[in-house]
């Protein structure tokens, strides 16, 4: 179901909780929802649609990858960049990597790891730190 965007900083600010098996039905949201914003929007995280779970999805190349409990795990090759958000107006200054190794359960809640460069990287970093609560 496409849900609303939340723009409310307060709710964004909350770190979201651990997903567990019985959330899985939250990937058909996320992959709604970033679909119908799909022309300004390449990623998402469940608190961007009222729900405080960590969840992400991010569109990588042609994929959406949806993405229970992500972590990241190795990081290298910090940068300064500019980035905007659905939720917020305007862009803002942050810090990211080139590269980084993220750890996540899939929608059929199996394990997997992915290493990501460049602009996937970046949108994995800021979907992650809105489910820690982090607004740029």
């Not at 849900?3 to 899985?24: M, R, Y």
């Not at 992959?31 to 961007?48: P, R, S």
């Not at 229970?68 to 990081?75: L, R, S, Y």
Request: with cysteine; glycine share 4%.
């Amino acid at each position: 179901m496409i849900k609303p965007i939340i723009e409310d900083q307060q709710l964004l600010a909350t770190k979201s909780t651990p997903v567990t098996k019985t959330d899985l039905s939250l990937a058909n949201d996320l992959i709604e929802t970033l679909n119908a914003h799909q022309a300004k929007c390449v990623g998402m995280a469940a608190n961007m649609i009222g729900v405080n779970k960590n969840a992400i999805i991010a569109r990588i190349g042609p994929f959406n990858v949806v993405m229970f409990n992500p972590q990241i795990i190795t990081k290298s090759h910090p940068y300064q960049t500019t980035e905007g958000c659905l939720s917020l107006s305007g862009t803002r200054p942050t810090k990211r990597y080139k590269q980084i190794t993220v750890k996540f359960r899939n929608q059929n809640w199996q394990v997997q790891t992915l290493e990501l460069t460049d602009f996937a990287a970046e949108i994995v970093q800021h979907e992650i730190d809105h489910c820690n609560g982090i607004i740029i």
